[in-house]
């Protein structure tokens, strides 16, 4: 199995961990930060119950004596971990406000928070830190055993250092606990996914193996109707991909030059013999026949979904730059570029290779024909890039034997359909 199958399954298990992480994490995280006001909700509230009954002694006898134990049992409360108390009669009319003594920057954050919560029928609370401590705005209406209203409580409570420290070890415990199983879960579905994948990558290749087989069976029964042999498609798509790779095409370009430099003439097999066998010139009426393999070609390869892309090959390999060319006269960029590099690919293995009707052309002489055809047939960017490559590829795939271009093109292919 490629290792890039490993890398894949890994990186997307690694993203997957990675997003239920955040997520479940932000989710735990929200889950227990509200646990954590509700305890240190109670825990104020608890703490501050004293008031009510000093506040429900003032609303029956509202004199100076309630006011001062109002006060006593407000300082009270102070000392139980609240930095300010602020508290209101039934009308919200301030009572008193009483803050812890000291000017350090959690009694100054405090002393201007306070107010920000409004008075109202239901308790409220807004959790906030400053200096690293972890402080409470908290409103709560103050009644009596019957429910009915004595005033409001309006105080900032700081949690204590230790129960604090406990509650970040909750929250980050379960987070460490959330983030550990996932990591846990994506260890066990790894060799699991690569075992499935294993199976899947083996049907591909031999499906895309089935694909392969079926062009090259395609590619020889249009040689053989062409009383040819298949190397012309085999050299034709060696130049072809060569001159791809020069010019910098993407990978999918390169596979689809491929498959259309296979089949360029797929559609011949549905010229007669009369017309594509002729030994000599064809009529008017008969070129028009040959003409038509370019569309009878188009017709056959949109029958394959594989072979579809092929066709920006197959429809043009007869088109030329200036226009001139057929069945539509499409001209310049109208082209698609893997048709104007394959028409150069073609063209020079039709003169420099052997024919039954031809020998082969010289290389200068094939030199100086394309040439003379930069920018009427020939792409001149496209044809400019080909001719350094000529000797080369001359000197190894047009002077070697017929084996030789058939086992490169095998090679290429498994490499740039990765097989291997
Ligand atoms: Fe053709």
């Known amino acids: 199995m490629p290792r890039a199958i490993h890398r894949t399954v890994l990186v997307r298990l690694f993203l997957v961990w990675l997003l239920l992480s955040v997520s479940g994490g932000a989710l735990v ?5 509200e646990r954590l006001d509700r305890r240190v909700v109670k825990l104020a509230l608890d703490e501050s119950s004293a008031l009510t009954a000093a506040c429900a002694e003032h609303a029956r006898r509202p004199d100076a004596r309630s006011v001062t134990e109002l006060r006593r049992r407000s300082e009270e409360t102070l000392r139980a971990q609240f930095v300010v108390v602020d508290l209101y009669d039934a009308d919200r009319k301030p009572l008193l406000a009483v803050i812890r003594p000291g000017d350090d920057p959690i009694t100054r954050t405090a002393r201007d928070r306070v107010r920000e919560l409004p008075l109202g029928s239901q308790p409220r609370h807004r959790r906030f830190y400053s200096g690293g401590r972890l402080l409470l705005e908290i409103m709560a209406p103050l009644s009596d055993e019957r429910g009915a209203p004595l005033g409001y409580f309006r105080a900032i ?36 996914i690569i075992l499935l994948n294993r199976g899947l990558a083996r049907s591909a290749a031999e499906l895309l193996e089935g694909n392969l087989e079926l062009m090259d069976v395609l590619g020889v029964a249009i040689a053989e109707r062409d009383a ?61 026949i040959m003409h038509g393999h370019v569309m009878k070609g ?6 394959s979904t594989w072979l579809k892309d092929a066709r920006r090959v197959v429809e043009f390999h007869h088109e030329k730059f200036d226009g001139s060319g057929y069945p539509k006269g499409a001209k310049g960029a109208e082209i698609p570029l893997v048709a104007r590099i394959f028409a ?59 084996d030789v271009p058939e086992a490169m093109v095998k090679s290429l292919v498994r490499r740039r359909f990765a097989l291997e």
Do not use: W
């Open 29 to 33: 995280y929200r889950l227990q930060t």
């Open 157 to 192: 409570y700081q949690v204590r250092p230790e129960t604090q420290k406990s509650i970040e070890e909750d929250v980050f415990g379960a987070l460490a606990l959330l983030v550990a199983a996932l990591l846990a879960a994506a260890v066990a579905l790894y060799p699991v």
């Open 228 to 288: 040819d042999t298949n190397a012309h498609n085999y050299r034709v798509t060696l130049y072809a991909v060569r001159l791809g790779e020069v010019l910098g095409l993407d990978p999918e370009s390169v596979r689809t030059l491929i498959v259309g430099a296979f089949l360029h003439d797929v559609g011949k097999i549905g010229i007669p013999d009369a017309v594509l066998l002729k030994p000599s010139a064809l009529t008017e009426e008969e070129i028009k």
């Open 298 to 303: 188009v017709d056959i390869i949109a029958r």
């Open 344 to 402: 150069v690919a073609d063209v020079f293995d039709a003169l420099a290779s052997r024919r039954p009707y031809k020998n082969p052309m010289g290389l200068d002489e094939v030199l100086r024909l394309m040439t003379a055809e930069r920018g009427t047939h020939f792409d001149p960017e496209v044809l400019d890039a080909f001719v350094p490559l000529v000797p080369a590829l001359y000197r190894e795939i047009a002077c070697a034997g017929e």
